[in-house]
């Protein structure tokens, strides 16, 4: 199972906000969507997870509100900017032109 220190620099950062791009979602919430549409494949732990929601916030790409959970209980929710869905936009892009970069280099066929 992949870690985030196993991820490319940056990519978490473009994980958390792309999930929320969807919908405002509080830390554990978010660390189970990664982990859920990842298919078990990507995992977040608390000492990866909120540092990244910290630094996105500081950069001004996420905000946070206290608002109540489904079961009642005050926790920290997160939700994307409009200068944090730009700077999704252009880092979506980036990653779309470098995974396709890499991905020709792996299927190169050997002679």
Known sequence: M???SDLVQGTLDLLLLKILALQPL?????SQRLKQV???ALQ???GSL???LHKLEHQGWIQSEWKPTANNR???FYS???LG????DREAANWERISAAISSIVRLTEV
Do not use: E, F, Q
């Open 50 to 52: 909120y540092p990244a």
């Open 2 to 4: 992949s870690k985030p």
């Open 80 to 82: 994307l900017t409009r």
């Open 38 to 40: 990842s298919n078990d």
């Open 44 to 46: 977040v732990s608390d």
């Open 74 to 76: 005050r926790a920290k």
């Open 85 to 88: 869905r730009r700077h999704l």
């Open 26 to 30: 509080h830390g554990w919430a978010l």
